[in-house]
């Protein structure tokens, strides 16, 4: 238990003995708990928090009291970080219907709301009705606060996501070019709004391989941070993290190490051994450990980050399908095929359940796997071959 952690619980103990488990400070202390759980990764302790918040305040405050709708509207993001996509969705309609009706289509906790759902549905695949959501979100702010009100731009910035995941490249830029330079200009080089815009710009030229423009953003947010909020800050480490998976897409591996293995020693100190944002940062190195042909290494390093996401997140978590299907890869990289072909049965039948048969994900690791019983066939028949003519 860190510090934070026991002073909050220390907090939200003393408020339910002196004020009583329903009173507002109580439910507040219990709403600060459960973000400090999610910021540790720890979602189920997160998600039960926040339940029981959501829970009291319906019945203490009734189902439309704007408190409520907050509870209401934070739970989901526990739901979001253990794929549960549906649950999340279910919520945010209520939220957004509620909000329609009491508040107005264009209140800003309503533009919230559905900005919320069209994140859900991006993540579930569902990239048309993310748009019209985020286009409906965009024209209400540029109506209600303007054109370059930060909240605009950022709504903006959710669209310009979406297009990316649409494969819709140049619109993207478009947009994302449009954010960025307003940021510069309203908030000023430094700060932390215009420093995403340009992370999410460099994303987007990663994605059409322009690797030499990705690089020089991804150069000027990582000194601007290193700068501005330190060497250990998590948004420090993430840049320090992009840029090194640039260095690996352009073949530097040597320098990728290096700049992975500070994140990775840095994310250990700082946030310890088996938060999801270190071992995340593991499994980069791994990668990087197998483009150098390092394969018992890689190995080493994904059986650790696999058995760790299990333990902290559960076998259906996204992050832990990733650490299978990685762990997958370097197996058939060693030729080890029934391991690895176990290992990505598990991963096709898990996003199955948990996603549905349609999803990207799920489509994807079904064809993964097609495609390494085809090899494994194609190999076995070369074999045959090989034999006979001997």
């Known amino acids: 238990m860190n510090e934070a952690e026991e002073l909050e619980v220390l907090v939200m103990e003393t408020t339910k003995r002196v004020l009583g488990q329903e009173h507002p400070d109580t439910l507040t202390t219990m709403a600060n708990l459960a973000s400090t759980y999610g910021d540790l990764g720890r979602w189920s302790e997160a998600e039960e928090l926040k339940a029981q918040v959501v829970d009291m305040r319906k019945r203490v405050l009734g189902q439309e009291h704007p408190d409520t709708l907050i509870s209401m509207a934070n739970l989901p993001s526990t739901f979001w970080n253990q794929w549960r996509f549906k649950e999340a969705e279910e919520l945010e309609v209520q939220v957004m219907e509620i909000r329609k009706r009491v508040l107005g289509q264009e209140h800003s906790d309503t533009l919230i709301s559905m900005g919320n759902l069209a994140s859900t549905y991006r993540n579930q695949g569902r990239l048309k009705e993310a748009e019209v959501l985020e286009v409906q979100v965009i024209e209400?702010?540029?109506?209600?606060?303007?054109?370059?009100h930060p909240d605009t731009l950022f709504s903006v910035g959710n669209l310009a996501s979406t297009y990316n995941k649409q494969g819709?490249?140049?619109?993207?830029?478009?947009?994302?070019?449009q954010v960025m330079e307003t940021f510069k200009r309203v908030l000023g080089q430094q700060h932390p709004a215009t420093l995403i815009s340009m992370d999410n710009l460099a994303s987007t030229y990663r994605n059409q391989g322009r690797w030499k423009e990705t690089e020089v953003l991804e150069v000027q947010v990582m000194d601007t941070r290193k700068r501005v909020l330190g060497q250990g800050h998590p948004d420090t480490l993430i840049s320090i993290g992009n840029l090194a998976s640039t260095y690996s897409h352009q073949g530097r591996l040597m320098q990728a190490e290096v700049l992975e293995v500070q994140v990775m020693e840095t994310k250990k100190s700082v946030l310890g051994q088996e938060h999801p944002d270190t071992l995340i940062s593991m499994g980069n190195l791994a990668s990087t450990y197998s483009k150098q042909g390092r394969l018992k290494e890689a190995e080493v390093l994904e059986v650790q980050v696999m058995e760790a996401f299990e333990r902290?997140?559960?076998q259906d978590h996204t992050s832990t399908l990733i650490s299978m299907d990685n762990l997958a890869s370097t197996y058939r990289s060693q030729g080890r095929w029934k391991e690895a072909e176990e290992l990505m049965v598990q991963v096709a039948n898990r996003r199955r359940t948990t996603l549905g048969e349609d999803h990207p994900s799920t489509v994807s690791a079904i064809n993964n796997l097609i495609k390494l019983q085809k090899n494994r066939e194609v190999l076995r028949g070369s074999l045959q071959e090989t034999r006979l003519l001997t």
Do not use: I, P
């Open 140 to 148: 209400g702010r540029k109506m209600v606060l303007g054109h370059e």
């Open 168 to 177: 819709r490249w140049k619109e993207a830029e478009v947009l994302e070019v």
């Open 312 to 314: 902290v997140l559960g």
